[in-house]
């Protein structure tokens, strides 16, 4: 493997991912209101706002990217006010990752294509932002290094249905990066809990982080070999970034985009090529969380707090509890009691009460499934 050892550090473009139907956390969360937009960590920022002030030290603010939708796009603007307004990207139809990831490519790989496109979602947590920037100027390095993709990988602490697995294969040592990377063997998307179990035991699996590094003109190729038929409609697209004209393509030619994933687009048919596919796997050994449930939201107040799991989690003007153990409960300006209950999830808003347990918190979409089918759009 090569000495990655250049002076010349390669340019990172940030492309900050915020779109999100706000399912998930529901019902705090609605379409308006997803989860990035909303304080989840305890920090008292938004986790898109968390999100960019990590980054802030990787790239300058005006070479960001983010990518959202028309109901988040005005609340996002207020709490970034200083990412350039043409530097937020409206997606006027929703399309999935792979669309975003690409269109961001495109536009950038038009005046930088050796320039390293860094995909974040916009609402994780991130605990050690110092070790974080070490691991991404890492990946940044072997990205600019050739045909590179570079993903992240969180070491996985319990057989999680709700994650993407990766599958590690022989160390890849790039000289001078000073960060350990494996070569990707296979993805796959959310298994079963039997094979979930298979995966934590074997060793050499990690969850999929969501984080990926590529150069512009790495990614652009891809999907020209993937998916051909999604890149002559999105390099149109990208040729009119910067115009009076932008909008009105954007709109015209994404329509007839396909929704699907970059997992599946790129690195699932990628990893297929084995050795020749470059995919390599970095450790995402930063604290990471990707806030998917009420439930990690638990998990996350208890690493944060130094808890046990078994402690409660209570958002309240004042609590009282006997018996109690394990449960998430978010009910400001009301005094919560709890007695002789484990593991639940109660969250109170202005016009709706959720009651759960942790362990059916992923399932909290079946529940806005239901409302959007009996009408009840004012509720999601």
């Known amino acids: 493997m090569p000495n990655l050892t250049d002076p010349k550090a390669p340019s990172l473009v940030p492309v900050v991912l915020a779109g999100g139907s706000g399912t998930r956390f529901w019902p705090r969360s609605r379409k308006s209101r997803a989860k990035q937009v909303l304080p989840l960590s305890g920090s008292g920022d938004t986790m898109i706002q968390e999100t960019v002030a990590r980054l802030r030290p990787l790239a300058p603010i005006e ?14 603007e207020a709490q970034l006010p200083e990412v350039p307004k043409n530097r937020l990207l409206r ?7 792979a669309p975003a990831c690409a ?21 994780h947590v991130v605990t050690d932002d110092a070790r974080f920037a070490e691991v991404i100027r890492a990946g940044m390095q072997i990205a600019a290094a050739g045909e590179n993709i570079i993903v992240l990988g969180a070491p996985p602490t319990r057989p999680e249905t709700g ?22 063997e296979r993805f796959t998307e959310k298994p079963q809990i039997d094979r979930a179990i298979e995966f934590v035991a074997d060793g050499n699996y990690s969850w999929n982080a969501g984080i990926f590094l590529w150069s512009a003109r790495t990614l652009a190729n891809a999907i020209r070999e993937h998916r051909p038929a999604m890149a002559a409609p999105l390099e149109r697209i990208a040729a009119a970034f910067g115009t009076p004209q932008f909008e009105a393509v954007f709109a015209a030619e994404f329509e007839t985009i396909e929704n699907i994933s970059i997992d599946y687009a790129v ?3 990628r990893s297929a090529k084995g050795a020749a596919g470059h995919i390599y796997c970095l450790p995402a050994d930063f604290g990471w969380n990707d806030l998917g449930s009420w439930n990690a939201l638990h998990e996350h107040a208890m690493s944060k707090g130094g808890s046990k799991g078994h402690a409660n989690v209570v958002e309240s003007q004042s609590m009282l509890h006997m018996d109690a153990f394990g449960n998430y409960v978010f009910a400001p300006g009301m005094t919560v009691a709890l007695l002789g209950v484990s593991d639940l999830v109660v969250v109170q808003t202005d016009d709706a009460l959720l009651i759960t347990t942790r362990a059916h918190s992923q399932e909290v979409g079946r529940i806005v499934s239901e409302l959007n089918k009996s009408g009840r759009k004012d509720l999601v």
């Open 163 to 184: 994650y993407g697995y990766i599958k590690e294969g022989a160390p890849a040592e790039f000289g001078g990066v000073g960060i350990p990377s494996r070569s990707v």
């Open 103 to 123: 269109l961001a490519a495109m536009i950038v790989e038009r005046t930088s294509p050796e320039t390293i496109l860094g995909v974040f979602p916009s609402d």
């Open 91 to 97: 997606e006027p139809f929703a399309r999935n990752t």
């Open 267 to 269: 690195l699932e048919p």
């Open 63 to 76: 070479d960001f990217l983010v990518i959202t939708n028309d109901l988040l796009a005005a609340t996002i």
